[in-house]
């Protein structure tokens, strides 16, 4: 078996599941059909079941005619290397090589049933031999084929990727063995390509049953594309929901010819968390953008101990801006007056476009860590890769103000030359949506990521894979909140149970010892650890209140050394206003060590209430009471929503006090008990 082939084959009755061994070896040794002898017509002929695609083989090669046709869902093919053969020849002209992954065959017969065909680049190879190490060229590349052997006897192609995250070569001639096809006597052949024509779930022909090929071909579908039953198990879902779970919220979409186009859901402990923790949000629409088999989308907050915690669900039929308008919509209707402080997205003109219609309160910016982690997928091909990369880090995290920001991107453009990189260009247009330096006046509460390593990670990662069902997700849901919630329950108990050890003498680490939750405890205690690598606090200019100070700090770099970095605080005597250059308090949310060196310098004993935030609290949620109503006292009296939204908020608050000790959990039982009694005791009299 290969090193590099790490799919898991499962053995069924009367089939044996075989790795393929040599078989690319095998087919490379005999005599076959160059790729060159390979053109391409688009003569479809009439058929009752089938559309045909004839891949004329020649010995020369036209430069005018038109490329292959890429790989798609229900695509079939008379033999196996008729299959292999359209791969290769659709890889030399995109501009890539193809290999094996993996072959099944029967148990018996020993006959080949199935196949994985992917890009040359796909996986990671295994270093054996440090002596003789050769080039990586792997980069664990996605895209890939799947084909099947079906009944017809024909191959159909079961699973389709054709996205790479690399740079695709100019077409491939000389990187291609010669005799790379599978062997044929003849100089030329036609391969003739099927495609099948299937009913989808929803009784539309000619639409491929296969949800998420669909979605990656049509980025502008006005329906979600389902499987079967999908659509029932959705509605299912949500009112299963509705019924067990108090104050949930949903609302579905359809189009005009009764297809279900998007839906909605809150949940009840997602409601009352916009009422605490909506000041910033993340907009997780990574398995949209990725053409998962669930175009699923996410409204993600952070709690009290830094925990993502859920928002919002929904699922969208595409990319496009009315769905997201409507999702947008629908969710502020479901918490009136909420209006984030803060929105982070994917970099995207379409949400752009979105938000600053339906948020216009709202500061709107692309996730900084998920735009790095396009890096290597766009800058990737370029020459000296590596160096270009380290300027990009460097100009990114490491730059304080805004002139050096773009003095190091300047230089980057310039020394490596890449002033034609149409992404570099685009991004650098965009920067004052996610360069850090251009965004120290706005809030983001730990979620925006502005240190190098640091990531956002979908809320749902351990439970959505790329071809997870969706029935198989709405069955997962719950068990992933419930154990996002026991995670904050736990959270909850631990702060306040225990008191943290402190590990100085400093005051600052005192007085937030007994306010904070414990994992922001710890954040804020490793500045307060970390005031010893600074030195030297100086003034530097006077303006009246206002005092600008100097700080060095000994700022560990790469190969675990420090150098001396100089930061810049402001301190205002009046107000008691401090603010560090590098803005950490912003960014995370409590004062940096820089600062705190300022404040003590100066004689300061304690932190200002204005820099301890009620949201890290570990009683926040028991002493804070949510409050988005924007109705007045008049609508309150006679409207039944309102009703319900003012005695969900007092329930949850005897909820969150009742959780604090078996004692309490008792009296605030009874104090249920004895109100439904009481509310009961109303009708009968009524009556």
Same mark, same amino acid.
């Given at each position: 078996?290969?090193?590099?082939?790490?799919?898991?084959?499962?053995?069924?009755?009367?089939?044996?599941?075989?790795?393929?061994?040599?078989?690319?070896?095998?087919?490379?040794?005999?005599?076959?059909?160059?790729?060159?002898?390979?053109?391409?017509?688009?003569?479809?002929?009439?058929?009752?079941? +089938?559309?045909?695609?004839?891949?004329?083989?020649?010995?020369?090669?036209?430069?005018?005619?038109?490329?292959?046709?890429?790989?798609?869902?229900?695509?079939?093919?008379?033999?196996?290397?008729?299959?292999?053969?359209?791969?290769?020849?659709?890889?030399?002209?995109?501009?890539?090589?193809?290999?094996?992954? *993996?072959? =099944?065959?029967?148990?018996?017969?020993?006959?080949?049933?199935?196949?994985?065909?992917?890009?040359?680049?796909?996986?990671?190879?295994?270093?054996?031999?440090?002596?003789?190490?050769?080039?990586?060229?792997?980069?664990?590349?996605?895209?890939?084929?799947?084909?099947?052997?079906?009944?017809?006897?024909?191959?159909?192609? +079961?699973? &389709?990727?054709?996205?790479?995250?690399?740079?695709?070569?100019?077409?491939?001639?000389?990187?291609?063995?010669? *005799?790379?096809?599978?062997?044929?006597?003849?100089?030329?052949?036609?391969?003739?390509?099927?495609?099948?024509?299937?009913?989808?779930?929803?009784?539309?022909?000619?639409?491929?049953?296969?949800?998420?090929?669909?979605?990656?071909?049509?980025?502008?579908?006005?329906?979600?594309?389902?499987?079967?039953?999908?659509?029932?198990?959705?509605?299912?879902?949500?009112?299963?929901? #509705?019924?067990?779970?108090?104050?949930?919220?949903?609302?579905?979409?359809?189009?005009?010819?009764?297809?279900?186009?998007?839906?909605? =859901?809150?949940?009840?402990?997602?409601?009352?968390?916009?009422?605490?923790?909506?000041?910033?949000?993340?907009?997780?629409?990574?398995?949209?953008?990725?053409?998962?088999?669930?175009?699923?989308?996410?409204?993600?907050? /952070?709690?009290?101990?830094?925990?993502?915690?859920?928002?919002?669900?929904?699922?969208?039929?595409?990319?496009?801006?009315?769905?997201?308008?409507?999702?947008?919509?629908?969710?502020?209707? +479901?918490?009136?007056?909420?209006?984030?402080?803060?929105?982070?997205?994917?970099?995207?003109?379409?949400?752009?476009? &979105?938000?600053?219609?339906?948020?216009?309160?709202?500061?709107? +910016?692309?996730? %900084?860590?998920?735009?790095?982690?396009?890096?290597?997928?766009?800058?990737?091909?370029?020459?000296?890769?590596?160096?270009?990369?380290?300027? %990009? /880090?460097?100009?990114?995290?490491?730059?304080?103000?805004?002139?050096?920001?773009?003095?190091?991107?300047?230089?980057?453009?310039?020394?490596?030359?890449?002033?034609?990189?149409? =992404?570099?260009?685009?991004?650098?247009?965009?920067?004052?949506?996610?360069?850090?330096?251009?965004?120290?006046?706005?809030?983001?509460?730990?979620?925006?990521?502005?240190?190098?390593?640091?990531?956002?990670?979908?809320?749902?990662?351990?439970?959505?894979?790329?071809?997870?069902?969706?029935?198989?997700?709405?069955?997962?849901?719950?068990?992933?909140?419930?154990?996002?919630?026991?995670?904050?329950?736990?959270?909850?108990?631990?702060?306040?149970?225990?008191?943290?050890?402190?590990?100085?003498?400093?005051?600052?680490?005192? #007085?937030?010892?007994?306010?904070?939750?414990?994992?922001?405890?710890?954040?804020?205690?490793?500045?307060?650890?970390?005031?010893?690598?600074?030195?030297?606090?100086?003034?530097?200019?006077?303006?009246?209140?206002? /005092?600008?100070?100097?700080?060095?700090?000994?700022?560990?770099?790469?190969?675990?050394?420090?150098?001396?970095?100089?930061?810049?605080?402001?301190?205002?005597?009046?107000?008691?206003?401090?603010?560090?250059?590098?803005?950490?308090?912003?960014?995370?949310?409590?004062?940096?060590?820089?600062?705190?060196?300022?404040?003590?310098? /100066?004689?300061?004993?304690?932190?200002?209430?204005?820099?301890?935030?009620?949201? =890290?609290?570990?009683?926040?949620?028991?002493?804070?009471?949510?409050?988005?109503?924007?109705?007045?006292?008049?609508?309150?009296?006679?409207?039944?929503?309102?009703?319900?939204?003012?005695?969900?908020?007092?329930?949850?608050?005897?909820?969150?006090?009742?959780?604090?000790?078996?004692?309490?959990?008792?009296?605030?039982?009874?104090? %249920?008990?004895?109100?439904?009694?009481?509310?009961?005791?109303?009708?009968?009299? #009524?009556?």
């Amino acid at each position: 078996m290969s090193e590099l082939e790490g799919e898991k084959l499962v053995t069924l009755d009367g089939v044996d599941s075989q790795q393929r061994q040599g078989e690319e070896e095998e087919e490379e040794e005999g005599g076959g059909l160059k790729v060159d002898d390979i053109s391409v017509c688009y003569d479809q002929l009439p058929d009752k079941e +089938c559309q045909v695609i004839e891949l004329d083989c020649q010995n020369d090669i036209s430069e005018g005619r038109k490329e292959f046709p890429a790989p798609a869902l229900a695509m079939e093919f008379e033999s196996y290397d008729d299959a292999y053969s359209y791969y290769i020849c659709y890889a030399k002209e995109v501009g890539f090589c193809v290999r094996v992954k *993996n072959s =099944w065959f029967k148990r018996n017969s020993k006959e080949k049933y199935g196949a994985v065909l992917c890009c040359s680049s796909q996986g990671f190879k295994r270093t054996k031999d440090v002596n003789n190490l050769r080039k990586e060229t792997r980069t664990g590349c996605p895209a890939m084929i799947r084909m099947k052997l079906v009944e017809s006897q024909r191959w159909r192609i +079961c699973e &389709v990727t054709l996205e790479h995250n690399h740079v695709l070569g100019a077409k491939i001639h000389k990187s291609i063995k010669k *005799n790379s096809l599978p062997s044929s006597d003849a100089e030329g052949k036609t391969i003739k390509v099927y495609h099948a024509l299937v009913i989808d779930t929803e009784g539309n022909d000619n639409l491929n049953s296969n949800a998420r090929d669909d979605r990656a071909f049509s980025k502008y579908s006005n329906k979600l594309n389902l499987r079967k039953g999908d659509t029932q198990a959705i509605y299912n879902f949500l009112c299963r929901m #509705q019924l067990t779970n108090p104050n949930f919220f949903y609302l579905m979409d359809f189009n005009d010819e009764g297809h279900l186009r998007n839906a909605l =859901w809150v949940d009840a402990k997602s409601r009352a968390a916009c009422g605490y923790f909506s000041d910033v949000i993340y907009f997780d629409n990574t398995y949209l953008v990725n053409k998962y088999e669930i175009p699923l989308v996410a409204l993600v907050g /952070i709690n009290h101990h830094g925990q993502s915690v859920l928002l919002g669900c929904g699922l969208l039929a595409g990319e496009i801006i009315e769905s997201y308008k409507w999702l947008f919509r629908t969710w502020i209707k +479901c918490i009136p007056g909420c209006s984030p402080q803060t929105i982070i997205t994917d970099r995207c003109k379409v949400l752009q476009s &979105v938000i600053a219609e339906v948020f216009p309160r709202s500061h709107h +910016c692309f996730g %900084l860590s998920l735009v790095m982690k396009k890096v290597p997928e766009k800058l990737g091909g370029l020459h000296n890769y590596d160096a270009i990369k380290k300027a %990009l /880090i460097k100009a990114v995290y490491e730059t304080l103000k805004v002139i050096e920001f773009d003095a190091a991107w300047g230089f980057m453009i310039q020394h490596f030359r890449v002033n034609d990189n149409e =992404w570099l260009c685009s991004l650098y247009e965009d920067r004052v949506h996610w360069a850090p330096v251009y965004l120290k006046d706005k809030f983001f509460a730990g979620m925006f990521a502005t240190r190098s390593g640091e990531s956002i990670s979908p809320f749902f990662d351990k439970y959505v894979h790329k071809q997870t069902p969706l029935k198989e997700f709405l069955d997962k849901y719950e068990l992933a909140l419930y154990k996002k919630y026991k995670e904050e329950s736990l959270a909850d108990i631990e702060s306040r149970s225990s008191s943290p050890l402190l590990k100085t003498k400093c005051s600052f680490e005192l #007085q937030l010892s007994s306010m904070y939750t414990r994992e922001l405890f710890t954040k804020f205690q490793l500045e307060v650890e970390e005031m010893f690598s600074c030195f030297g606090t100086m003034q530097l200019h006077v303006d009246g209140p206002i /005092i600008v100070f100097l700080v060095k700090e000994r700022v560990l770099i790469e190969g675990n050394k420090r150098e001396i970095k100089d930061f810049e605080v402001v301190y205002s005597k009046t107000s008691g206003e401090i603010r560090c250059i590098c803005c950490c308090f912003n960014f995370y949310g409590y004062l940096c060590r820089h600062a705190l060196c300022v404040l003590n310098f /100066i004689g300061v004993e304690e932190i200002p209430p204005k820099y301890i935030l009620s949201r =890290w609290n570990k009683d926040y949620k028991r002493f804070c009471i949510p409050d988005h109503n924007c109705c007045s006292s008049d609508d309150t009296d006679t409207d039944p929503i309102q009703w319900s939204n003012r005695l969900f908020r007092s329930a949850l608050q005897v909820v969150e006090e009742g959780v604090i000790s078996l004692d309490h959990y008792k009296v605030a039982l009874q104090a %249920l008990e004895e109100s439904l009694h009481q509310v009961r005791d109303v009708e009968h009299k #009524q009556e």
